[in-house]
């Protein structure tokens, strides 16, 4: 296997320690630690309660970042999704491959291959395990439309997971409400 350095820059500020890559500053942690945070609110809130919370989270984050990176790299509109995704993958996420998506109405495919929650939960958990993702591709998108000049509202669903037992990768799809 060959090993690769990171893709994404990353700054380490001498006096603080703080980590930032493209200005936004970044934690660097285990995988395990996260799996095993995730796992424990999940046990203490409830699947849905917590799925709940996360898509506010999530969909709030993401568009904070498509606002950031789309100011540092005079990104617009559907480049600043595109560079989420790759952004994303580099960052250790799951590899996301965009398989389809309209850009008139914002309905779009995305593939995930090696997601954390996959490689936490194994191939064999019965059950889809990503839904942590859900709302940060409807966070970005929404984001990539009022940039420009549209308004979408979308909803999306991991429609098969690769920890059911029955697929090798998951997938996510979006559509207008
Ligand atoms: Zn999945």
Same mark, same amino acid.
């Given at each position: 296997?060959?090993?690769?350095? @990171?893709?994404?820059?990353? /700054?380490?500020? @001498? #006096? ?6 493209? /200005? ?5 942690? @285990?995988?395990?630690?996260?799996? /095993?945070?995730?796992? *424990? ?9 917590? *799925?709940? *919370?996360?898509? &506010?989270?999530?969909?709030? $984050? *993401?568009?904070?970042? =498509? ?10 509109? !559907? &480049?600043?999704? %595109? ?5 994303? +993958? ?6 996301? +491959? ?5 850009? #008139? ?9 090696? $997601? ?8 064999? #958990?019965? %059950? ?12 970005? !998108?929404?984001? #990539?439309? %009022?940039?420009?000049? %549209?308004?979408?509202? !979308?909803? =999306? ?5 690769? $920890?059911?037992? +029955?697929? &090798?990768? =998951? !997938?996510?799809?979006?559509? @207008?409400?």
């Amino acid at each position: 296997m060959t090993l690769h350095s @990171p893709q994404v820059p990353i /700054n380490v500020d @001498p #006096a603080t320690g703080v980590w930032t890559t493209d /200005n936004l500053p970044m934690i660097y942690m @285990p995988r395990h630690f996260f799996i /095993n945070y995730h796992s *424990a609110m999940e046990k203490a809130l409830g699947e849905a309660s917590y *799925a709940r *919370a996360l898509w &506010d989270v999530g969909y709030k $984050s *993401a568009w904070q970042w =498509c606002q950031r990176e789309s100011a540092t790299h005079k990104l617009r509109g !559907l &480049d600043v999704f %595109r560079h989420y995704m790759q952004r994303l +993958s580099q960052r250790g996420w799951a590899q996301f +491959s965009v398989q389809s998506i309209d850009a #008139a109405t914002g309905s779009a495919s995305i593939r995930l291959d090696h $997601s954390v929650f996959v490689l936490g939960a194994g191939p064999d #958990a019965g %059950r889809k395990t990503c839904y942590l993702f859900a709302s940060w591709f409807p966070g970005s !998108l929404e984001w #990539a439309a %009022r940039d420009e000049g %549209r308004s979408w509202k !979308l909803e =999306c669903t991991e429609v098969q997971c690769a $920890s059911e037992g +029955s697929h &090798d990768h =998951c !997938l996510f799809n979006t559509k @207008p409400v």
